[in-house]
């Protein structure tokens, strides 16, 4: 079994001490456990206004650390979103659908504050890709 650390680049990850996803590969297949990730376009350290737009950057970011992992979204099998106003759920939903609409995981959606007023959403993610 090995571990292997993911990062995406992310000044957060060091300075808060988290890695971006963490695999652990095993007999069975690899498991991937994808950190809470927000809206950032880590390119740019830029947060869009638009929660719809912040959903998608979120997911991008999300799927970049599972390719590395060697998953994809497809493997995703648990979901955790945090929603910092449910207001924002009728434009965030959609996006999510778009994603996640054939795959289906189990997913939870919570309403709550996040660390910094921009954020409006982050998602949680695990997966697992058998051998």
Same mark, same amino acid.
């Given at each position: 079994?090995?571990?292997?650390?993911? #990062?995406?680049? #992310?000044?957060?990850?060091?300075?808060?001490?988290? #890695?971006?996803? !963490?695999?652990?590969?095993?007999?069975?297949? !690899?498991?991937?456990?994808?950190?809470? +990730?927000?809206?950032?376009?880590?390119?740019?350290? *830029?947060?869009?206004?638009?929660?719809?737009? $912040?959903?998608?950057?979120?997911?991008?970011?999300?799927?970049?650390?599972?390719?590395?992992?060697?998953?994809?979204? *497809?493997? !995703?099998?648990?979901?955790?979103?945090? %929603? +910092?106003?449910?207001?924002?759920?009728? $434009?965030?939903? =959609?996006? %999510?659908? $778009?994603?996640?609409?054939?795959?289906? =995981?189990?997913? +939870?959606?919570?309403?709550?504050?996040? +660390?910094?007023?921009?954020?409006?959403? *982050?998602?949680?993610?695990?997966?697992?890709?058998? !051998?």
């Amino acid at each position: 079994m090995s571990r292997r650390l993911i #990062s995406s680049g #992310s000044p957060f990850e060091a300075r808060i001490g988290y #890695s971006r996803a !963490v695999a652990h590969e095993t007999p069975m297949g !690899v498991w991937v456990a994808v950190a809470g +990730t927000t809206g950032y376009d880590y390119a740019k350290m *830029e947060m869009p206004e638009d929660p719809a737009a $912040q959903a998608r950057n979120t997911l991008d970011t999300i799927a970049k650390a599972l390719a590395e992992a060697g998953c994809g979204l *497809e493997h !995703v099998y648990r979901v955790r979103y945090y %929603l +910092t106003d449910n207001a924002y759920a009728d $434009q965030i939903i =959609p996006v %999510l659908g $778009q994603v996640f609409g054939d795959i289906r =995981p189990a997913a +939870t959606m919570v309403i709550c504050d996040l +660390t910094t007023p921009e954020m409006k959403i *982050e998602i949680e993610a695990d997966a697992f890709k058998p !051998v």
